[in-house]
């Protein structure tokens, strides 16, 4: 149980990886233009789908209409042959009205077989143009989508360039943050100040040894002062009191 529950653990951190290194790698720009290309690329494949479908509608219709024309010509020629053998059995010839009135009957049974046909053809041609009228309207559905896609894909690409320029600002004032002392200028900083330092106790050290001579120079006046009071008394008479 713990070893499923670990490796279980280890997939899920694999997978945050892997969709983190994805999403680090994804250009907004590329993957919204490879978006379009696809879309458009699928209305392409739509539009040669729905012109085979019409293609084939109007092969449907095309059929229809000539079973319709030859059902209405056998009709015109069975009124012919019929006419033809009424006026044959009225000249009393009723050989040849009969014959006429055979050639009606066959007339009217194509009339009939090609009526037939375009009846039974009907109902599809009905349907199918249901069907090409619905695939007419989402194919149009779909190109507005892709405008709609396109004027997208303008409006994030330019927001993902003003979400890019604000990131680099942003990271190149962290650069110079003046308060963070880990930061670059903050190293500069504190190396300058110990140069300073360092400065100021040389100077507070040279004048300490400047004030020490000059204690010394007084020390040696008053040495010498006296030695030269020595003297005198050695070589003159003796001094005389300071009166009060």
Do not use: C, H
Not at 62 to 80: H, L, P, Q, S
């Amino acid at each position: 149980m713990t070893k499923q529950s670990i490796f279980g653990r280890i997939s899920a951190l694999v997978r945050a990886n892997v969709n983190a290194a994805i999403d680090a790698a994804e250009d907004p720009q590329k993957m919204i233009d490879q978006l379009v290309r696809d879309y458009s690329s699928s209305i392409a494949d739509a539009e040669s789908a729905i012109a085979e479908t019409i293609g084939n509608l109007r092969l449907l219709e095309r059929d229809y209409a000539e079973d319709v024309d030859t059902a209405n010509e056998w009709g015109r020629k069975a009124i012919a042959a019929s006419r033809k053998a009424d006026e044959m059995r009225a000249s009393g010839n009723s050989g040849d009205a009969d014959k006429f009135d055979n050639l009606a009957k066959v007339a009217l049974q194509r009339q009939i077989s090609a009526e037939n046909e375009a009846k039974e053809a009907a109902p599809t041609i009905a349907t199918q143009t249901e069907v090409v009228d619905r695939l007419k309207a989402g194919l149009q559905g779909m190109k507005e989508k892709l405008e709609q896609l396109k004027a997208k894909r303008n409006e994030l690409v330019a927001r993902a360039k003003v979400a890019e320029a604000q990131n680099r600002v942003a990271d190149a004032v962290k650069s110079v943050d003046f308060l963070d002392p880990n930061s670059e200028l903050g190293r500069f900083e504190d190396k300058i100040r110990r140069q300073e330092a360092l400065a100021q106790g040389k100077q507070e050290l040279a004048a300490s040894s400047l004030d020490q001579q000059f204690i010394e120079l007084e020390n040696l006046g008053e040495v010498t002062e006296v030695e030269a009071r020595l003297a005198a008394l050695k070589s003159g008479p003796a001094p005389q009191a300071i009166d009060r």
